[in-house]
């Protein structure tokens, strides 16, 4: 298994993460995104995002859809 960085994401995925990321006022380049084909078996793709010490895992298995459950997280203040 290896881990595919955000600029490895396809372009769609990329953007919903920069807009996400803009739309809740914070900047894209201070997390760390990566995915893992097949960490999960259920899943089959595991995306992580960090940030400083916070990291989430989120399910990948459907592109961009990720990225909700991401949003929800920064509106909760989960990454500072």
Same mark, same amino acid.
């Given at each position: 298994?290896? %881990?595919?960085?955000?600029?490895?994401?396809?372009?769609?995925? =990329?953007?919903?993460?920069?807009?996400?990321?803009? #739309?809740? @006022?914070?900047?894209? %380049? *201070?997390?760390?995104?990566?995915?893992?084909? *097949?960490?999960? !078996?259920?899943? @089959? #793709? &595991?995306?992580?995002?960090?940030? @400083? #010490?916070?990291?989430? =895992?989120?399910? *990948?298995? =459907? !592109?961009?859809?990720?990225?909700? %459950?991401?949003?929800?997280?920064?509106? &909760? #203040?989960?990454? *500072?």
């Amino acid at each position: 298994m290896l %881990d595919t960085m955000l600029n490895q994401f396809p372009p769609l995925e =990329q953007e919903a993460f920069r807009e996400t990321c803009l #739309r809740n @006022g914070v900047a894209p %380049d *201070g997390f760390t995104v990566t995915a893992v084909e *097949g960490a999960v !078996p259920a899943r @089959g #793709r &595991s995306i992580s995002v960090r940030f @400083g #010490r916070e990291v989430r =895992q989120y399910d *990948g298995s =459907q !592109p961009a859809q990720w990225t909700v %459950d991401f949003e929800d997280d920064l509106r &909760s #203040r989960v990454f *500072g």
